[in-house]
Protein backbone atom coordinates (compact mmCIF):
# COMPACT_ATOMS: atom_id res chain seq x y z
CA UNK A 1 0.00 0.00 0.00
CA UNK A 2 1.35 3.45 -1.02
CA UNK A 3 1.40 6.04 1.46
CA UNK A 4 1.86 9.77 1.15
CA UNK A 5 2.68 12.53 4.02
CA UNK A 6 3.00 16.23 3.69
CA UNK A 7 3.89 18.26 6.11
CA UNK A 8 5.83 21.60 6.72
CA UNK A 9 2.93 23.99 6.09
CA UNK A 10 2.55 26.85 7.46
CA UNK A 11 1.63 30.77 8.06
CA UNK A 12 4.49 33.00 6.63
CA UNK A 13 4.74 36.66 5.88
CA UNK A 14 5.58 37.75 2.09
CA UNK A 15 9.03 37.04 1.48
CA UNK A 16 10.21 34.31 3.87
CA UNK A 17 10.27 30.58 3.22
CA UNK A 18 9.27 27.24 3.82
CA UNK A 19 10.27 23.99 2.82
CA UNK A 20 7.59 20.82 2.32
CA UNK A 21 8.32 17.61 2.52
CA UNK A 22 6.44 14.43 1.48
CA UNK A 23 7.09 11.17 2.88
CA UNK A 24 6.64 8.20 0.77
CA UNK A 25 6.28 4.54 2.16
CA UNK A 26 5.13 1.38 -0.57
CA UNK A 27 6.86 3.59 -3.46
CA UNK A 28 10.47 4.55 -4.13
CA UNK A 29 10.59 7.76 -5.00
CA UNK A 30 13.61 7.53 -6.72
CA UNK A 31 12.14 5.58 -9.47
CA UNK A 32 8.80 6.78 -10.00
CA UNK A 33 7.40 10.71 -10.82
CA UNK A 34 6.73 12.82 -8.10
CA UNK A 35 4.98 16.14 -7.76
CA UNK A 36 4.11 18.57 -6.20
CA UNK A 37 0.32 20.95 -7.11
CA UNK A 38 -1.56 23.31 -5.01
CA UNK A 39 -4.90 24.37 -4.47
CA UNK A 40 -5.83 27.55 -3.65
CA UNK A 41 -9.47 29.04 -2.37
CA UNK A 42 -11.80 28.94 -5.19
CA UNK A 43 -9.81 27.41 -7.63
CA UNK A 44 -8.81 24.50 -9.58
CA UNK A 45 -5.34 22.26 -8.70
CA UNK A 46 -2.52 23.46 -10.23
CA UNK A 47 0.93 22.29 -11.21
CA UNK A 48 3.76 23.11 -9.31
CA UNK A 49 6.92 21.05 -9.71
CA UNK A 50 7.46 17.51 -10.61
CA UNK A 51 10.55 15.01 -10.72
CA UNK A 52 10.86 12.67 -13.71
CA UNK A 53 11.47 9.29 -12.67
CA UNK A 54 14.74 9.03 -15.37
CA UNK A 55 16.39 11.63 -13.23
CA UNK A 56 17.40 15.17 -14.59
CA UNK A 57 16.33 18.86 -13.72
CA UNK A 58 12.51 18.53 -12.15
CA UNK A 59 9.77 20.77 -14.03
CA UNK A 60 8.03 24.07 -12.25
CA UNK A 61 4.93 25.95 -13.53
CA UNK A 62 5.85 29.46 -14.88
CA UNK A 63 4.22 30.99 -11.87
CA UNK A 64 7.12 29.30 -9.55
CA UNK A 65 10.36 29.19 -11.50
CA UNK A 66 13.50 30.74 -9.97
CA UNK A 67 11.68 30.58 -5.90
CA UNK A 68 10.55 27.17 -5.72
CA UNK A 69 13.16 24.22 -5.64
CA UNK A 70 12.30 20.51 -5.42
CA UNK A 71 14.82 17.89 -4.47
CA UNK A 72 14.64 14.45 -3.47
CA UNK A 73 16.71 12.08 -0.74
CA UNK A 74 16.85 8.79 -1.77
CA UNK A 75 17.76 7.37 1.53
CA UNK A 76 14.75 8.94 3.03
CA UNK A 77 12.33 8.25 0.25
CA UNK A 78 11.44 12.18 0.32
CA UNK A 79 10.82 14.84 -1.65
CA UNK A 80 10.99 18.46 -0.81
CA UNK A 81 9.16 21.69 -2.09
CA UNK A 82 11.72 24.44 -0.57
CA UNK A 83 9.61 27.62 -1.13
CA UNK A 84 11.62 30.94 -0.99
CA UNK A 85 10.30 34.57 -1.86
CA UNK A 86 6.72 33.54 -1.03
CA UNK A 87 4.08 36.02 -2.16
CA UNK A 88 0.62 35.75 -0.98
CA UNK A 89 -0.46 34.33 -4.21
CA UNK A 90 1.14 31.12 -3.05
CA UNK A 91 -1.05 30.71 -0.35
CA UNK A 92 -3.07 26.99 -1.10
CA UNK A 93 -2.94 23.42 0.30
CA UNK A 94 -0.26 22.18 -1.28
CA UNK A 95 -0.54 18.47 -2.39
CA UNK A 96 2.20 15.70 -3.11
CA UNK A 97 1.67 12.63 -5.56
CA UNK A 98 2.94 10.20 -7.13
CA UNK A 99 3.15 7.83 -10.64
CA UNK A 100 4.50 5.36 -12.03
CA UNK A 101 4.13 6.77 -15.01
CA UNK A 102 2.81 9.95 -16.89
CA UNK A 103 2.51 11.33 -19.96
CA UNK A 104 2.65 15.05 -18.73
CA UNK A 105 4.27 15.59 -15.38
CA UNK A 106 1.78 18.92 -15.09
CA UNK A 107 -1.45 16.83 -15.82
CA UNK A 108 -2.67 16.13 -12.28
CA UNK A 109 -5.40 13.09 -13.31
CA UNK A 110 -2.12 11.15 -14.51
CA UNK A 111 -1.07 10.38 -10.54
CA UNK A 112 -2.68 7.60 -8.89
CA UNK A 113 -1.40 8.61 -4.91
CA UNK A 114 -1.75 11.40 -3.16
CA UNK A 115 -1.30 12.78 0.12
CA UNK A 116 -3.72 14.97 2.63
CA UNK A 117 -2.26 18.30 1.51
CA UNK A 118 -0.57 20.86 3.82
CA UNK A 119 -1.66 24.31 4.06
CA UNK A 120 0.69 27.36 3.01
CA UNK A 121 -0.68 30.86 3.95
CA UNK A 122 1.19 33.96 2.98
CA UNK A 123 0.01 37.05 4.52
CA UNK A 124 1.31 40.37 6.06
Known amino acids: QVQVVESGGGSVQPGDSLRLSCAVS????????MGWFRQAPGKGREFVAA????????NYADSVKGRFTMSRDDVKNTVYLQMDSLTPEDTAVYYC?????????????????WGQGTQVTVSS
Open 97 to 113: ATAHFVTRVYFSDQYDY
Open 51 to 58: MNRSGGAP
Open 26 to 33: GRTVSTNF
